[in-house]
């Protein structure tokens, strides 16, 4: 059982847009009045956590992630940098966060960015909050890089699946994290780009996640392994299925802990 005397941190990770589950898990712990102390995100679960402890709902966000989550308007074509701007992400993100800095936020929290000159994992407790969770959502080709201190950031998801590691350092004494199973990798057609792309994408996510939450994850942490089959990774129209997935995933396992 989950000792409530003992700091909560919630771990969200990568996805692109199977990271929606998120959502889900996020309204299966606000039923369940779990207290979380602690939330780390890379890639869509940046995105996902930074928009919690900014104070807005599961409800909200899915609202939120309805109305922002296009590639309408952020299309800036440069083979060069990426196919979408990070500058016009940032200027989203700015006009739906209520505060401007990371530090601000009511509930800590890290954004885990991939430094691209050294190869280095960052954590980001400080700091412009709309600039860094962009960088931790940078995917090269398609989103171009974030440079920040006078260095560039992509992707956190290139160096941490889950994020678990950082939220224990900043103090979590027992970690919820809710992960994307991969579907089936020979389902997808190695001879098409996407296809290609895809399977590309579930090789990398399924050797991050072993290696993160299967080798380093405490005995007390709770894996909630949400089962991503159908959904899509780059599209929101499976949004609700994806939400529906996490809750009913994350009410299942949470309520063996709490």
């Known amino acids: 059982m989950l000792n409530k005397d003992k700091k909560i ?144 950031h992509i992707d956190g998801g290139f160096k941490s699946y889950s994020s678990l590691t950082i939220v224990r350092k900043m103090g979590a004494e027992r970690v919820i994290a809710p992960m994307i199973k991969e579907y089936r990798i020979e389902a997808v057609s190695p001879y098409k780009s996407l296809g290609a792309l895809e399977r590309s994408f579930a090789m990398l996510s399924d050797r991050l996640r072993k290696r993160e939450f299967d080798v380093e994850k405490n005995p007390e942490d709770i894996g909630v392994l949400v089962d991503c089959y159908g959904l899509a990774r780059f599209s929101t129209k499976t949004l609700d299925l994806a939400i529906e997935r996490g809750y009913k995933t994350a009410m299942r396992v949470l309520k063996k802990e709490w």
Do not use: H
């Not at 296009?70 to 440069?78: C, E, Q, R």
């Not at 701007?85 to 006009?95: A, H, T, V, W």
């Open 9 to 152: 941190g919630l771990a969200l990770g990568t996805g692109a847009t199977r990271g929606f589950v998120y959502i889900g898990v996020l309204k299966a712990i606000e039923e369940l009045g779990i207290k979380v102390e602690y939330v780390s995100g890379a890639s869509m679960g940046a995105f996902i956590g930074s928009l919690w402890c900014s104070g807005f709902s599961s409800a909200e966000i899915k609202e939120i992630v309805k109305a922002n989550v296009k590639a309408k308007g952020l299309i800036s074509i440069n083979l060069q940098k990426g196919i979408l701007s990070s500058n016009k992400i940032r200027k989203r993100l700015e006009n739906i966060y209520p505060v401007d800095r990371v530090e601000q936020l009511p509930c800590s929290f890290a954004a885990i960015t991939a430094n691209l000159n050294t190869g280095e994992e960052v954590a980001w407790t400080k700091g412009n909050l709309a600039e860094v969770v962009t960088a931790s959502m940078c995917i090269p080709f398609f989103v171009s890089p974030v440079e920040i201190q006078e260095t560039k």
